[in-house]
T-cell receptor
């Protein structure tokens, strides 16, 4: 069974640009969550989607957005990038309402210069 | 609101020694509890989880954890450390109807030969 796939693995962007990250969940998983990991703030929840609906949202500015498609693949977008957006962005999928645990992808390392 | 406190940002043990990583949580609802491990430049791998039932949970790679409601703790143990256990470990909590994981700050485990 293929794991959670995130693309691209590495990304370098300039301040002010926008970026789109992609996540393909494990086949059959309908829940997809996104997390931001930084050395200073640790792992922080961005948002969670289930069957194309956002069920939960973390405390991030509106520049961070996401969506989920009918095949459960998800994208997150960050507009008007800031230096502080440099982080590892992790996607996780689950087949239940969190009780089975989330399976994480390897992440996308975003560097904003 | 939920929160997780991991005592000790860095734990160092000798190979073959007991590993004990501490986690205390705060949750207003019955919690789901998780331990994840992260190797350099990788995503998070689920070690074990507690949802309901038996409070002593066994996971992969010889790790186990015990849910103690009275102490609001979920400490991770392994009887004998191996060099390959060197990594960062994260404790996380979610609610049964809350689909986001709240993580601790992580504990970096070093295993000395």
């Amino acid at each position: 069974k293929a794991g959670v796939t995130q693309t691209p693995r590495y990304l370098i962007k300039t301040r002010g640009q926008q970026v789109t990250l992609s996540c393909s969940p494990i086949s059959g998983h309908r829940s997809v969550s996104w997390y931001q990991q930084t050395p200073g703030q640790g792992l922080q929840f961005l948002f969670e989607y289930f069957s194309e609906t956002q069920r939960n949202k973390g405390n991030f500015p509106g520049r961070f957005s996401g969506r989920q498609f009918s095949n459960s693949r998800s994208e997150m977008n960050v507009s008007t990038l800031e230096l502080g957006d440099s982080a590892l962005y992790l996607c996780a999928s689950s087949d239940r309402q969190g009780s089975a645990g989330y399976t994480f992808g390897s992440g996308t390392r975003l560097t904003v210069v | 609101a939920q929160s997780v406190t991991q005592l000790g940002s860095h734990v160092s043990v000798s190979e073959g020694a007991l590993v004990l990583l501490r986690c205390n949580y705060s949750s207003s609802v019955p919690p789901y509890l998780f331990w994840y491990v992260q190797y350099p430049n990788q995503g998070l791998q689920l070690l074990l989880k507690y949802t309901t039932g038996a409070t002593l949970v066994k996971g992969i790679n010889g790790f186990e954890a015990e849910f103690k409601k009275s102490e609001t703790s979920f400490h991770l143990t392994k009887p004998s450390a191996h060099m390959s256990d060197a990594a960062e470990y994260f404790c996380a909590v979610s609610g049964s109807s809350n689909y986001k994981l709240t993580f601790g700050k992580g504990t970096l485990l070093t295993v000395n030969p």
